[in-house]
């Protein structure tokens, strides 16, 4: 995951709706069902993905009143500790 693109999804989600990013999540997992794919090509869908996911979960700390930037560190910082263990 990286911070820089999760920032700019959450933007786009409050320029836009996040509607827009689960539509295309769902998009790409279908993609990713290709069986012709090469595994960098899937390495770049399911990072794509997480990235998606991961902003859409910071856009749900900030709409529960937590200010961007905290909650954006607080989510990478949960990431972290899972990668981890």
């Given at each position: 995951?990286?911070?820089?693109?999760?920032?700019?999804?959450?933007?786009?989600?409050?320029?836009?709706?996040?509607?827009?990013?689960?539509?295309?999540?769902?998009?790409?997992?279908?993609?990713?069902?290709?069986?012709?794919?090469?595994?960098?090509?899937?390495?770049?869908?399911?990072?794509?993905?997480?990235?998606?996911?991961?902003?859409?979960?910071?856009?749900?700390?900030?709409?529960?009143g937590v200010p961007q930037k905290e909650a954006l560190n607080s989510?990478?910082?949960?990431?972290?500790?899972?990668?981890?263990?």
């Open positions: 995951m990286k911070l820089p693109v999760i920032k700019h999804l959450t933007q786009f989600i409050e320029d836009n709706d996040e509607d827009f990013v689960n539509e295309t999540i769902e998009t790409l997992e279908a993609l990713s069902e290709v069986s012709s794919l090469k595994d960098e090509e899937l390495d770049v869908i399911g990072e794509l993905i997480s990235n998606m996911y991961g902003a859409l979960e910071v856009n749900s700390m900030i709409k529960d989510f990478m910082k949960r990431v972290l500790g899972s990668i981890d263990k």
